[in-house]
Nanobody
C-alpha cells in the first residue's frame, strides 16, 4: 500500500486549498478513505472520511461546511477541498486507509 499526499502549502486566512492523495497497491474502490491532521503539540485527529460503496461522508465538527472530501475511483485518488481556511487549520494532513498512512503534506494558514 502506498499513499502519496500533495497540494499543501501556505495560504492566507479565508483562502482555499485542495489536497490530493494518490493511492496504489490495493483495490482502491473497495476501501474507506480518510484524512487526518496533526498540529504541532497536538494529537492526530480525524478530519473527514468517505466510504467505499456509497461514497457517504463524515466530517469533524470543526471543518463541517468548509471542507469536502471526495474520491475518484478511476484515478485511485481521494481529495480534500478546504475552503474558508483558518489559522487553526494549520497542520500536517495525512491520508489514511486501514493501518496505512501517507507521509503527510503541510498546510499553513497565515497572513
Amino acid at each position: 500500500v502506498q499513499l502519496v499526499e500533495s497540494g499543501g502549502g501556505l495560504v492566507q486566512p479565508g483562502g482555499s486549498l485542495r489536497l490530493s492523495c494518490a493511492a496504489s497497491g490495493f483495490t482502491f474502490s473497495r476501501y474507506r478513505m480518510s484524512w487526518y491532521r496533526q498540529a504541532p503539540g497536538k494529537e492526530r485527529e480525524l478530519v473527514a472520511v468517505i466510504s467505499s460503496a456509497t461514497a457517504s461522508t463524515n466530517y469533524a465538527d470543526s471543518v463541517k461546511g468548509r471542507f469536502t472530501i471526495s474520491r475518484d475511483n478511476a484515478k485511485n485518488t481521494v481529495y480534500l477541498q478546504m475552503n474558508s481556511l483558518k489559522p487553526e487549520d494549520t497542520a500536517v494532513y495525512f491520508c489514511n486507509t486501514g493501518g496505512s498512512w501517507g507521509q503527510g503534506t503541510q498546510v499553513t494558514v497565515s497572513s
